[in-house]
C-alpha cells in the first residue's frame, strides 16, 4: 500500500531534550515536506527536500533540522525544542519534483513540549 | 506572494442539505489550487486538484469545486452532505516550492 509513515504518533516532552520524528515514503517521491499545523495558522511549511542530499527551508524553519540520506526517509530533528513547537506536524511526499501535484500526507505527529 | 483565504472558520449543516466552502486565493500566473480533507485524528485526504481545462472539477465523496478567475475563488461544493463528511477542509495554492494553506473550515453536520 502507497503511504507517508511517521514515528511516533504522539510525543510529550520537556524543553531542551533533543528529538527526532521519523518519515518514510515508498512510493519513490523525490520531494518531501514537513509542515507544521497550528489552530487558526492552517499548515505552514518548515522544511522540504526535491531529492536526496537537497534540503530548503520553508516558511517557519527557525528551531528545526532536517536530512535527507536516502530517497525514502526525511527526518525532523529538534534539537533543543521548546514549548512554542508544541504542535501536530506533518509529513508530505509528491512524486513531482515541485508540489504542483498531488501531495500524499502522513497521519501526523502531535508533539507537546512542556 | 501565494495566500489563501477561506473566510469561515466553522459551518453547521443539516445532513442531506447542501454545501459550499469558501476559498479565495491570491497568485500571480494560473493557479494549482486542491482542496484537502482533514477527518478527526487523520491526515489530510485530497479532495480535487485544479490545474487547467474545465472550471468545474469532480473530486471524491461526492465534492465538485469551481475555479471563478475572476473572482479568484475555488469554492467547494456538496449536494447532499452525509454525516460523514464532517471534518476540517482546507483550500490550498501550489507555489514554487509548497504548498500554501488556508486556516481551514470546520464542518459540523447535524442530523
Known amino acids: 500500500e502507497a503511504q507517508v509513515t511517521q514515528n511516533p504518533r504522539y510525543l510529550i516532552t520537556v524543553t531542551g531534550k533533543k528529538l527526532t520524528v521519523t518519515c518514510s515514503q515508498n512510493?519513490?517521491?523525490?520531494?518531501m515536506s514537513w509542515y507544521r499545523q497550528d489552530p487558526g495558522l492552517g499548515l505552514r511549511q518548515i522544511y522540504y527536500?526535491?531529492?536526496?542530499?537537497?534540503?530548503d527551508k520553508g516558511d517557519v524553519p527557525e528551531g528545526y533540522k532536517v536530512s535527507r540520506k536516502e530517497k525514502r526517509n526525511f527526518p525532523l530533528i529538534l534539537e533543543s525544542p521548546s514549548p512554542n513547537q508544541t504542535s501536530l506536524y506533518f509529513c508530505?511526499?509528491?512524486?513531482?519534483?515541485?508540489?504542483?501535484?498531488?501531495?500524499?500526507f502522513g497521519p501526523g505527529t502531535r508533539l507537546t513540549v512542556t | 506572494a501565494q495566500s489563501v483565504t477561506q473566510p469561515d472558520i466553522h459551518i453547521t449543516v443539516s445532513e442531506g442539505a447542501s454545501l459550499e466552502l469558501r476559498c479565495n486565493y491570491s497568485?500571480?500566473?494560473?493557479?494549482?489550487l486542491f482542496w484537502y480533507v482533514q477527518s478527526p485524528g487523520q491526515g489530510l485526504q485530497l479532495l480535487l486538484k485544479?490545474?487547467?481545462?474545465?472550471?468545474l472539477v469532480q473530486g471524491i465523496k461526492g465534492f465538485e469545486a469551481e475555479f471563478k478567475r475572476s473572482q479568484s475563488s475555488f469554492n467547494l461544493r456538496k449536494p447532499s452532505v452525509h454525516w460523514s463528511d464532517a471534518a476540517e477542509y482546507f483550500c490550498?495554492?501550489?507555489?514554487?516550492?509548497?504548498?500554501?494553506f488556508g486556516t481551514g473550515t470546520r464542518l459540523t453536520v447535524i442530523p
Open positions: 508530505a511526499s509528491s512524486s513531482d519534483r515541485l508540489p504542483t501535484y498531488e501531495q500524499y
Open positions: 512510493m519513490n517521491h523525490e520531494y
Open positions: 527536500s526535491m531529492n536526496v542530499e537537497v534540503t
Open positions: 497568485y500571480g500566473a494560473t493557479p494549482y
Open positions: 485544479y490545474f487547467s481545462g474545465d472550471t
Open positions: 490550498a495554492v501550489a507555489g514554487a516550492n509548497n504548498l500554501f
